[in-house]
């Protein structure tokens, strides 16, 4: 019997209809925009395998030491994102694609941002 894939939380910033000032546990609008470095687009070429370790955009719900990649993050970035090192991960094993996301995704990661602090 095949296994009940994990769902994309409730407050996924990757969501349309996610508000990220409602993230829970205290959202910081700086270490969101950090994420930036998480996105393929925005490490290397297209096409281009970057240097350097995969950094993953981890969900907020899971436990810290225990970390899970965010479920919008890992679509888009498997999807339109076409990050070629999360790619080969994937086809190594190392993470777990058995997911479903929920609603209306962002496209791109400065979608998910809300406008900036003034």
């Known amino acids: 019997m095949p296994r009940k894939p994990r769902s994309q939380c409730a ?8 508000d990220p000032n409602d993230i829970p546990n ?3 609008w700086i270490k969101h925009k950090n994420l930036k470095g998480t996105i393929a687009e925005t490490i290397a070429e297209p096409g281009v395998l970057p240097e350097g370790p995969l950094r993953v955009f981890s ?9 899970l990649p965010c479920v919008g993050w890992l679509m888009n970035q498997l999807g339109p994102g076409n990050n070629l090192k999360l790619r ?26 809300p406008k900036e602090p003034e």
């Open 26 to 28: 205290g959202y910081c």
């Open 88 to 113: 080969l991960a994937v086809i190594q094993g190392r993470f777990d694609t058995n997911v479903v996301t929920v609603g209306e995704q962002h496209e791109r990661f400065e979608d998910t941002l």
């Open 59 to 67: 969900c907020h719900e899971s436990p810290v030491g225990r970390e």
């Open 11 to 18: 407050k996924c910033p990757w969501k349309v209809t996610t």
